[in-house]
């Protein structure tokens, strides 16, 4: 791990466009709209969850026997890890170590793809043993929203190799630095609202109440 | 081009910006006050439903007229005039233009198509078989949801147009490029409905009716909002106002000069 990245620097050493950017909001503004607006849904559906779960606590119950926590614990290791290393990717590309920070973002890539593979084998898992989306409410619940946020992390792979263009272009051209870096952050800032996301859907279905 | 026609397609772009609206007043209007919306579930006895729809007779007749007046019409026109503006302010791209101009003209026949559906669902309620009459409002939430593809990529096309670097943001600030993808996203939600005869995933549902719904008509409400702001900002500016700075060479750009955008621009 490049030591540029883990230890801090002084002001006085940072380019002066770092500088400019250590207070403003990551990304462009029209993505925190849409993350805003997307985790509103996301909150309505896991309010409706909520309420469906307290409606009929014994057959949520017993059917979240059939999910596996150990599947659980791996989908947040793999997807915290990989916002760290987009978080590191970022602040590389802000102190222009445009090499590592791709390098990075090919481990994020990486790591959420393989959360992507290990999500189908636990579905095939369950559908195999006969547990389908219609088996009840818990299934139907579980199965709709994880396969929504497994599709926002699909869509987050290719957010990721967008950001490795970037990366990319911006390691063999000083063109459009600041709109490619701007784009850089808010690729970024996707991927953390797909991790955020996962905590939330781990809490309500892998953990044991 | 002659100045006149030049202020019939100026007066055109605006009124079909307004359009948008207009489309949401009446088509929503006119689905709540016929009562089809909020949406029975599909698990209701079809003996129930056909008693709804008895009941409430000569207020779906007007309600799918008013659809079809101002639904079906006022989508087209509105999308048409979003596709025109796309092309004309964000990207110049002819097939995307095409692809707007086609998914748009679809969603408008959908609208058509649940008019025409609903009336004849009501018209002959009281002679139809009830599990009949409830296929034909099967059909109306069908046509509403599960096309979502092509609206998908009616949003996602207009996300993409909007930001991409052509774009000058003089009437499509890029925060609209977002607000598009995210209705495009939501669209998704319809294709649960078929799967589902109750609760929130079901074509009644808190999930898959109302997220897509709400989404579709809040975009069209908010772009046409945008539409309207960015075209006075391009008509009723100043004299000279700065040009777009892509190569789209429209019959009507007369007026266009090489000179940079403020970075300002944008609602």
């Not at chain 1, 590191?88 to 973002?105: E, M, Q």
């Not at chain 2, 989508?75 to 748009?104: D, E, R």
């Not at chain 2, 109302?210 to 069209?220: D, I, L, N, Q, T």
Request: charged residues 15%; aromatic residues 14%.
């Amino acid at each position: 791990m490049n030591p540029q990245l883990m230890a801090g620097i002084t002001d006085a050493e940072r380019p002066r466009d770092v500088v400019n950017r250590r207070r403003h909001l990551p990304g462009e503004s029209g993505i925190w709209i849409f993350i805003l607006l997307d985790m509103l849904i996301f909150a309505e559906m896991f309010g409706i969850f909520v309420w469906y779960r307290a409606e009929n606590p014994e057959l949520f119950g017993a059917s979240q026997q059939a999910v596996k926590p150990v599947y659980g614990l791996i989908y947040t290791l793999l997807l915290l890890t990989s916002s760290w290393c987009v978080v590191l990717a970022v602040r590389g590309a802000r102190r222009r170590l445009f090499d590592v920070s791709s390098k990075l973002v090919l481990w994020a890539f990486g790591l959420g793809a393989a959360f992507v593979a290990i999500k189908f084998v636990e579905y095939g898992a369950k559908l195999s043993n006969g547990i389908t989306p219609v088996t009840n409410d818990f299934f139907m619940f579980y199965f709709v929203l994880t396969l929504v946020h497994l599709l926002h992390a699909c869509v987050g792979l290719g957010v990721l190799m967008y950001m490795r263009k970037q990366l990319k272009a911006l390691q063999h051209s000083r063109e459009a630095s600041e709109r490619r870096m701007r784009m850089i952050e808010t690729s970024g800032v996707y991927w953390h609202m797909v991790d955020l996301l996962w905590v939330v859907l781990f809490a309500l279905f892998y953990l044991r109440g | 081009m002659t100045s006149e026609s030049n202020g019939l397609e100026k007066k055109l772009e605006l009124l079909g910006a307004w359009s948008g609206i207009a489309w949401m007043v009446i088509a929503g209007g006119a689905f709540v006050g016929s009562g089809l919306v909020p949406p029975r579930s599909p698990s209701m006895s079809p003996v129930d439903f056909a008693e709804f729809v008895a009941d409430n007779k000569y207020r779906i007749l007007i309600g799918m007229l008013a659809l079809l007046i101002g639904g079906y019409t006022f989508l087209m026109t509105w999308s048409i005039t979003l596709a025109y503006q796309v092309k004309k302010y964000a990207n110049p791209s002819y097939l995307a233009f095409c692809v707007l101009f086609a998914v748009g003209l679809s969603g408008a026949l959908i609208g058509m198509l649940c008019g025409v559906l609903g009336s004849a669902m009501a018209y002959r309620v009281e002679a139809l078989d009830p599990a009949t009459t409830q296929l034909l409002y099967d059909l109306i939430l069908f046509l509403f949801l599960i096309p979502w593809p092509p609206f998908m990529l009616w949003q996602f096309i207009t996300a993409f147009a909007i930001l991409s670097p052509t774009n000058t943001e003089v009437v499509f600030p890029r925060w609209t490029g977002y607000f598009s993808l995210w209705a495009g996203a939501l669209e998704l939600f319809s294709a649960l409905c078929v799967f589902f005869y109750s609760g929130p995933f079901s074509y009644s549902g808190l999930v898959t009716f109302w997220v897509p719904g709400a989404s579709f008509f809040a975009w069209v409400l908010v772009m046409a909002v945008v539409q309207i702001k960015g075209w006075r900002r391009v008509h009723d500016g100043p004299p000279d106002p700065p040009a777009v700075r892509h190569e789209l060479k429209a019959a009507d750009s007369a007026e266009v000069d090489a000179v940079e955008v403020p970075e300002s621009a944008g609602v």
